[in-house]
Structure formats: C-alpha cells, structure tokens
C-alpha cells in the first residue's frame, strides 16, 4: 500500500502535471512554427542581435552529437523511453515539491523530444544563439522548449539537493 501511495502522493502528482504541461508545450510551440508560421520555408527569422529562429532537424543528441539514421534512431528513443522510466521511479520517491517539478520538467522535455524522433526521425531546434562581430558570426546552439525545461530541471535539481534548506524536505 505504502509503494502505491507513493507512485500517486502530492509531489507525483505535480511532476506528472508538469511533464505533461511541458510536452504539450514543447509540441504546441512545434507543431505552430512547423505548420503554422512554416518556419521551415522562411529560413532563419531574426529576433533579436544573438537570437533568431531556424529550423534545424537534429539526429542526434544535444549539440547534434550521436547522429543517429535508421536503427540508431530506434535506440536513441528506446535509451529516451528508459530514462523516462527511470526518472518516473525518482520522481515516486521525490519528497520535496521542487524535485517534483524538476523532475516533471526532464520528464516533460524527454518526452516532447521523444515524440519528435518517432515521428520525424530527428528533434526539431529552432532557437538559434549566435555571436558575431564585423565580418564574423559564430552560431552556438540551436534548441527548443524541451531542451529548455531539460536544462530548468536539472538546475532545479541540483539547487534542491545543494542548497534548498533541509527543514523544507518531508523526512
């Protein structure tokens, strides 16, 4: 009874709520500048001085290391479906609100990412940070929302095990 209450307690609750909020964020924001707005044929959108919007199809892992084609693809999804497994048992046994939504922020950002290379065969980046002076421009990293709640969450994370006061944890 004592496992059952855990998987369905208050801090579940609210990371599941989050990842779920998060992935359907994650693909809302896609599936408009995808279909919507049709990024994809504007090319790259300038925003602001160090930020534009472009389209990138990313294979592989983050800074598009792995690229991955064909059965590669498959197991960068099923190592995504295994981390989220995992995280779920962590967040079953997360006691505190802040690992709660931290964790539903990884949760979330794995699962929208996950959904778009079951369905495109690669993750859609769009965000694009750059650099530049004069003659030269240096292009830094190419993201989206997913990615976004995953680096929110694993700083959530660290700042609930490192620094938050203990006397907030449940024992």
């Not at 998060?22 to 707005?37: G, N, R, Y």
């Not at 046994?93 to 369905?119: K, T, Y």
Request: charged share 15%.
């Amino acid at each position: 009874m004592r496992a059952r209450a855990a998987l369905y307690g208050p801090a579940t609750l609210t990371g599941l709520v989050t990842a779920l909020a998060t992935a359907a964020l994650d693909q809302a924001s896609k599936l408009w500048l995808l279909e919507v707005f049709r990024l994809g044929e504007r090319g790259r959108v300038v925003i602001a001085p160090v930020l534009d919007l472009q389209l990138t199809w990313n294979p592989g892992i983050s800074y598009g290391l792995l690229q991955q084609t064909g059965i590669g693809r498959w197991i960068l999804l099923a190592v995504s479906v295994g981390a989220v497994l995992l995280l779920w048992v962590w967040l079953a046994r997360a006691h505190s609100r802040l690992a709660a939504i931290a964790l539903g922020l990884i949760i979330g950002g794995a699962v929208g990412n996950a959904i778009d290379r079951f369905v495109h065969g690669a993750v859609a980046d769009f965000v694009l940070l750059h650099i530049g002076t004069g003659a030269s421009r240096i292009d830094w990293y190419v993201f989206n929302l997913a990615d976004c709640a995953i680096v929110a969450g694993v700083a959530g994370l660290l700042f609930d095990a490192l620094v938050a006061p203990r006397a907030a944890k449940a024992p």
